[in-house]
């Protein structure tokens, strides 16, 4: 979807009036999905979230996800891309909360597809709110998050008995701010997965370093985990802190710090994905395309 605003070509395509004007009458059957995605790899959806994407009549989708998932939406259903990627036409969040909300009250069932889990810096609160106060039937399906994905897919627990007893999800873009947060945060012991965190690796690894973490903390940046091009660079925080550490990609990646990265495994790579539900033949193009690529920055 390019050019003008895709969020009114959704309107043209089901307006809410009956076309002389008066408004629909809010339908009981309305009804919005939030299914999380999963990392990004149209095979780690729910087998739950498959099931409402094929019930659909409206889907809703953030533009990070895979082309390839376009293969799962009804053909009958009205889709739209309402993410947030740089350059490109976006959907005001307000814009989403109009769109399902007014779906829904024409009867329609609506899936709000979300990269990852719907809860997890996803917005998902924000749009379980706007659908609670405008009365409308909802439920929350969860996804893979980039930290299940990241982990699994680069081969560390998150938690690992007598080593990490706490996992701790932090935001790149807000990171602590007193003295004190940094210290409870080393103090804590356990893993810490940095979601949008790929520009400030840097200048979180020397605070980590500045509030007492051991220089020799295994760390690892995990990019496009659990997708074609999976990418996991392992270091040490000292090495992060020195700028050692730099995203190989474009894509999305996470930042892992704990003593459980020591605790590695390896998984074969040559297990087969198969979904459940048919796809389209680009899903199993872009499943084809490339392995996993693993890197040691220093
Ligand atoms: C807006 S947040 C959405 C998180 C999502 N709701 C989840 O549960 O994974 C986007 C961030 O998630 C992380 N992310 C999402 N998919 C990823 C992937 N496949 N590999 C690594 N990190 C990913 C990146 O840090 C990215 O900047």
Known sequence: ??????????????????????????????????????????????????????????????????PAFIGYF???????????RCGQVQAEQSDIHRLMIEHALCGRRVVRLKGGDPLIFGRG??????????????EVIPGVSALQAGAAGAGFPLT???VSRRVTVLEGHHLPETAAAWRDLVASGGTIAVYMGTRTIQALSRSLLDHGAAPTLPVALVE?????????TFSTLAHAAAGALRPATRGPGLFFIGEALHHRFHPTLEISHEPLAPVSGSAREARARGGRRERRAS
């Open 224 to 232: 496009q985990a659990q997708c074609p091009g999976q990418t996991s």
């Open 125 to 138: 609160g924000e749009e379980t709110q706007a659908l609670e106060a405008a009365g409308i039937p909802f």
């Open 160 to 162: 690992h008995r007598g």
């Open 74 to 84: 009804p053909e009958r259903a009205l889709t739209l891309s309402v993410g947030k």
């Open 1 to 66: 979807m390019s050019g003008s605003n895709p969020v009114d070509q959704a309107h043209d395509r089901h307006p809410s009036t009956d076309g002389q004007g008066s408004p629909r009458i809010p339908n009981p059957s309305g009804f919005v999905s939030l299914v999380g995605a999963g990392p990004g790899c149209p095979d780690l959806i729910t087998l739950r979230g498959l099931n409402a994407l094929a019930a659909a009549e409206v889907v809703l989708y953030d533009a990070l996800l895979d």
